[in-house]
């Protein structure tokens, strides 16, 4: 296993993750957002990939026409997001995207093999939606909060952390996945 160390030294001049650039307020909330999204949208695909394999066993190009509406989703959130981005700001599209997601995740709590194909599409487009939605949000939020000299600096540090937990939390999800599967 390869694993990757990067020394952060929040005293240099030219740091390689610059870290110190995000302690303020709005940065760290936009930090928080972008990240808990990342986890979130790791956790759904695992969670309806395995949904789907195992309870319908839909053929490929039903799983194609599924992401391709999970992938709609997402653009559909970064457009909405971009053009409103300074009318609402980063907290209401937060809670638009985050209200996307639970009205998802509760009716996801309930379904069964006999869930339609076309139903699944659209709530893969509304979980796409809202997780971009919340991603992009916290994204802009980190970058355009303070002074725009410094974006660049919050933006590579919010990405460098968020790449690093979601690239961490994909192997435990899967060991968590693969635990339960051979329980059951």
């Known amino acids: 296993m ?15 993750v610059p870290i110190g650039s995000l302690w303020a307020a709005k940065p760290v909330s936009g930090t928080i957002m972008a990240i ?46 971009t053009l409103f981005y300074d009318r609402l700001g980063a907290g209401v599209l937060g809670i638009l995207g985050s209200l996307a997601v639970i ?13 339609s194909m076309n139903t699944l599409y659209i709530q893969m487009a509304c979980l796409g939606g809202g997780v ?30 968020r790449n690093f937990i979601g690239a961490v939390a994909a192997p435990i999800l899967g060991w968590f996945i693969y635990r339960q599967n051979a329980i059951h």
């Open 2 to 16: 390869l694993v990757a160390f990067v020394i952060v030294d929040l005293r240099a001049e030219n740091p390689l």
């Open 36 to 81: 808990s999204s990342h986890v979130a949208l790791i956790i759904a695909i695992a969670g309806i990939n395995g949904f789907l394999r195992t309870i319908i066993d839909p053929p490929f190009l039903y799983l194609s026409y599924f992401y391709l509406w999970f992938f709609i989703g997402i653009v559909a959130a970064a457009m909405f997001s």
């Open 103 to 115: 009205f998802v995740s509760i009716q996801w709590r309930t379904i069964g093999a006999e869930a």
């Open 132 to 161: 971009g939605m919340v991603l992009i949000s916290g994204a802009l939020g980190t970058a355009l909060a303070g002074d725009i000299h410094k974006a660049t600096l919050r933006s590579a540090s919010l990405h460098s952390i």
